[in-house]
């Protein structure tokens, strides 16, 4: 479903935008860009530091699997509760409050000594983590005009991309610092975790400048807010809309999250354990090799955000021009396609710099739709807490869903010579989850688009189930490794699509 407000014709969408609305579109930028910061050098720091921490034996890969997933439920914790808060106390307050935490908490990283308190320091930091996007999401949406809300979104969500690209520069710069005797061996992880905390002086403009977005301070002085904020996640599920659209909200965000922190966000080990193998036949030293695996790691994360970078702007534009679900169906299934075949195909350093960034584009281009799409799914008083239970119920999950790529690695694929790569084509499945959740949404709004109008639309209806039929035998096609059921399955359901397309601008019937 396209949005109007954001239509090419009706201008660019920072057309009109005062200064005001550009301090609040700096801030909240600022305030997911070291959000991402923080989570990327986490993930260039996981296996340095579950190497310095854990006790010779131990596998990094499945330990910082679940420190991982302790980041995430903390994540998706800080979300829920945070999510509450900024409905309650305000959008700015809670924002201040989430970047104080998730900042200070990163630089106690740093003095972890074990797995146990340096997963517990996760833990406190994801809680800010969690809550900034949602508040900052809420309050972008509330204070932009309608026809400059869903590029505000896109260019937030596309904005991070520039976090994550500071954190695979600061991690080459502390490689070289390694390399050169600057930084012991093996301590760079911590210097990391300590320009972590550079973006709590963020809190200090926050609190100084923002305000609350007018929508939300005309209904808490109208006392109308108090009345909704009772127990405002009582309320999301007391009406039927409401929780129809989060529990939506919340699978569509499951399979995105799982695929980039259980898959994508890999990336980095899978750089390692390629580049490890080959310097080691060259013969290279091993004092050698480990800060050069880890420059290259760095490459790996700097490419495939840059690539992220475009693929959600990209995606932002193809949301606006094709609609939303659209959108969503096209980024599931190129992300599945990319990241299976970067972890499938990856052989060679060079292709860190045109593989990576391809499965970065397709692989992030969903978050761009879920910034523009969970915000309009709920009303005012409950947009924060509906948008935060979509994300961090989908975080909750996918915190399960994370350690199985080491499990699938440790315990499945052991006796494979490359085990990382069958665990992450496993795992691409998840992205399945989603096209699933938009197949069941177009099945239904179908049905009920065709009943009131009697079998006018019946011959539309069978040929786009036929349709819907091929790609589910592709889908299973491609879970099952068999080749043919890949072929046919698309075959059928390109046709179909082909011919529903046909059928319906001949009946003058329309799709959307």
């Excluded at 074990?114 to 999401?137: K, M, N, P, Q």
């Excluded at 904020?229 to 999250?257: H, K, Q």
């Excluded at 060679?348 to 499965?359: C, G, H, V, Y």
Aim: proline fraction near 4%.
């Amino acid at each position: 479903m396209s949005n109007p407000a954001s239509d090419p014709a009706s201008g660019r969408w920072w057309h009109g935008l005062t200064r005001y609305h550009w301090f609040v579109f700096t801030v909240a930028a600022l305030g997911w860009l070291f959000d991402c910061l923080d989570q990327q050098l986490f993930t260039l720091s996981r296996m340095p530091a579950m190497k310095a921490l854990l006790p010779p034996g131990s596998d990094p890969v499945l330990w910082g699997g679940y420190a991982t997933s302790v980041f995430l439920a903390g994540w998706a914790t800080g979300g829920l509760v945070f999510g509450v808060l900024g409905d309650r106390i305000g959008r700015a307050k809670t924002m201040m409050i989430t970047i104080l935490i998730y900042s200070l908490c990163t630089g106690l990283s740093a003095l972890a000594t074990s797995f146990w308190d340096f997963a517990f320091y996760r833990f406190i930091t994801g809680l800010g983590v969690g809550g900034e996007f949602a508040v900052g999401v809420a309050l972008l949406a509330e204070v932009m005009p309608a026809k400059s809300r869903s590029g505000a979104l896109g260019a937030l969500q596309a904005l991070s991309a520039i976090g994550n690209i500071s954190a695979a520069l600061i991690g080459m710069g502390m490689a070289n610092l390694e390399k050169t005797g600057v930084i012991s061996l093996g301590n760079s992880w911590r210097w990391m975790f300590v320009i972590g905390a550079i973006p709590a002086f963020l809190a200090l403009i926050i609190r100084a400048r923002m305000k609350e977005p007018e929508r939300w301070q005309r209904m808490k002085d109208s006392g109308e807010l108090d009345r909704h904020s009772a127990f405002t996640y009582a309320e999301l599920f007391r009406d039927p809309r409401w929780r129809r659209n989060a529990i939506i909200g919340m699978l569509l965000v499951c399979s995105g999250v799982i695929g980039l922190w259980g898959i994508g966000f890999f990336t980095p080990e899978l750089i390692r354990t390629v580049l490890t193998k080959t310097y080691a036949a060259q013969g290279m030293p091993k004092e050698q090799v480990g800060p050069l695996v880890d420059k290259w790691a760095s490459y790996g994360l700097l490419t495939l955000q840059i690539g992220a970078f475009f693929g959600m702007l990209a995606a932002s534009w193809v949301a606006g021009r094709l609609g939303r679900r659209r959108a969503f169906a096209i980024a599931f299934t190129t992300s599945m396609i990319a990241t299976a075949c970067a972890f499938q195909f990856y052989r060679d350093a060079s292709q860190t710099f045109w593989l990576i960034p391809i499965m970065g584009f397709f692989q992030l281009s969903v978050f761009a739709v879920y910034a523009i799409y969970l915000p309009e799914l709920f009303p005012t008083h409950l947009r924060s807490t509906g948008t935060s239970f979509c994300y961090n119920v989908g975080r909750f999950l996918a915190a399960a869903g994370v350690p199985v790529i080491g499990l699938l690695k440790t315990q499945v694929f052991a006796a494979h010579p490359e085990p990382m790569r069958p665990a992450a084509l496993v795992m691409c499945s998840v992205f399945l989850l989603g096209l699933v959740v938009l197949l069941v949404l177009a099945l239904v709004f179908g049905v009920l688009f065709v009943l009131p109008v009697g079998g006018a639309d019946v011959p539309i209806v069978i040929s786009l189930l036929n349709a819907f039929t091929g790609l589910s035998v592709a889908a299973s096609g491609y879970v099952l490794g068999n080749v043919l059921l890949i072929v046919a399955g698309t075959l059928v359901g390109a046709s179909g699509t082909l011919l529903t397309s046909l059928m319906a601008k001949a009946m003058g019937r329309p799709l959307t």
